[in-house]
Every structure is written in structure tokens, then in C-alpha cells.
T-cell receptor
Framework: GAGVSQSPSNKVTEKGKDVELRCDPISGHTALYWYRQSLGQGLEFLIYFQGNSAPDKSGLPSDRFSAERTGGSVSTLTIQRTQQEDSAVYLC????????????FGSGTRLTVV | TQLLEQSPQFLSIQEGENLTVYCNSSSVFSSLQWYRQEPGEGPVLLVTVVTGGEVKKLKRLTFQFGDARKDSSLHITAAQPGDTGLYLCAGVNTGGFKTIFGAGTRLFVKA
């Protein structure tokens, strides 16, 4: 596609429920990143996928968070047993090879846990 | 742990004024990027600087990468209301695989 597409754009969920956030990167971009942005804050790295290599999961805050990338394209970030502190905007970005080229970000998914 | 500190955190100025935003770290980066983010949108890449001492100009915006590749600045000349937004600097580690973002500078330009 022309840009990075994320869905849903907004998600309200009850505490304890599981949520799935989806990211469609730019076609041909081998690198895909997930970041989290709390209100008025900078971006917190969550996970990074590069081609067929094992993902860098070092930023995932707990074992309730997981992500996968199927076929080197679409990625899904799953949060199990959501907590109120999980409320944030989840941003996905892709780049042609690695970060030195700069990222193209999606518009994000605003997650609210009530 | 690599950290990027941005200053100031918040800046409110009148249209036509000049401003400089700073991004500092004790770590060396292979490149440094600046992004601008508007409410409800993802950050948009403005520039990437790679070489120590490099200066890049984008219309009224001037970006500089420090000689030691640890810091950077963004200077805006004659700010306009359309420049309003959150400016983020981002440092790419020497492996090129992970990017660290600063907390951002929120700029508000009053007409």
C-alpha cells in the first residue's frame, strides 16, 4: 500500500480482556517496528522484526505482550489480560531495510482500557 | 542504556520568532533523525543526518549533527503556526537495528 495502515484506529476494552492490534507495512519494507506512546510522551520501543530473522523482543514490558509477523508482511500485536496502564497509542512503523533510512509510521491505534 | 534528552520540553512562541531545539546523549549514534508529529497522527520523518558535523537545511528548518555524533539541534527560522507540533529526535544505534526516541519538544506557534 501507499502507507503504513493500522487497525483499529481506536479500541476501548474492559480490563482483563485480550486485544489484537494490526499493522500493514509498506509493501517491500523488510523492517517493522512497534512503539508505544503514552499521553504527551515520547516513543517506547516494543519489538522489531527484520526479514526472516528472530524478532528483537527486548522492549516488550511483560509476558502479556506478544507480536507476530506473518509472511514478512502483516504484523499483529496482542495484549492479553489488559490492564489500565496499557492504555496508550500503539504505533507501527516500517522501513526498507533498517532504521538508518528512517521510518514511515502509521497513524496508530489508541487503546483505552476501562 | 541509551538515552536521548530533548530540550526544551515545551515552547510557546509568536509567529516570526526563531527557535532552537536540542537533542543530547552520552551515546554515539550511527545516524540521527528528526520527526514531527501532529495530534492523532504518527510521526513524520523530516530529516536524517549521518555524518558528524553535518548540516542539512529544509526550507526554514536547519538540522545539525554534532561532531561526535552524540547530539543534534533543530533550528527554525521565522516560525509559522503551521510549525506547531511535537518534534521528536531519534538516534539509531551503531548496529542500525534499534532507534531510541527522545521524549519530544512540544512547539506552539501563536499567530
Amino acid at each position: 500500500g501507499a502507507g503504513v495502515s493500522q487497525s483499529p484506529s481506536n479500541k476501548v476494552t474492559e480490563k482483563g480482556k485480550d486485544v489484537e492490534l494490526r499493522c500493514d507495512p509498506i509493501s517491500g519494507h523488510t523492517a517493522l517496528y512497534w512503539y508505544r506512546q503514552s499521553l504527551g510522551q515520547g516513543l517506547e520501543f516494543l519489538i522489531y522484526f527484520q526479514g526472516n530473522s528472530a524478532p528483537d523482543k527486548s522492549g516488550l514490558p511483560s509476558d502479556r505482550f506478544s507480536a507476530e509477523r506473518t509472511g514478512g508482511s502483516v504484523s499483529t500485536l496482542t495484549i492479553q489480560r489488559t490492564q489500565q496502564e496499557d492504555s496508550a497509542v500503539y504505533l507501527c512503523a516500517s522501513s526498507p531495510l533498517w532504521g538508518n533510512y528512517g521510518y514511515t509510521f502509521g497513524s496508530g491505534t489508541r487503546l483505552t482500557v476501562v | 542504556t541509551q538515552l536521548l534528552e530533548q530540550s526544551p520540553q515545551f515552547l510557546s512562541i509568536q509567529e516570526g520568532e526563531n527557535l532552537t531545539v536540542y537533542c543530547n546523549s552520552s551515546s554515539v549514534f550511527s545516524s540521527l533523525q528528526w520527526y514531527r508529529q501532529e495530534p492523532g497522527e504518527g510521526p513524520v520523518l523530516l530529516v536524517t543526518v549521518v555524518t558528524g558535523g553535518e548540516v542539512k537545511k529544509l526550507k526554514r528548518l536547519t538540522f545539525q549533527f554534532g561532531d561526535a555524533r552524540k547530539d543534534s539541534s533543530l533550528h527554525i527560522t521565522a516560525a509559522q503556526p503551521g510549525d506547531t507540533g511535537l518534534y521528536l529526535c531519534a538516534g539509531v544505534n551503531t548496529g542500525g537495528f534499534k532507534t531510541i526516541f527522545g521524549a519530544g519538544t512540544r512547539l506552539f506557534v501563536k499567530a
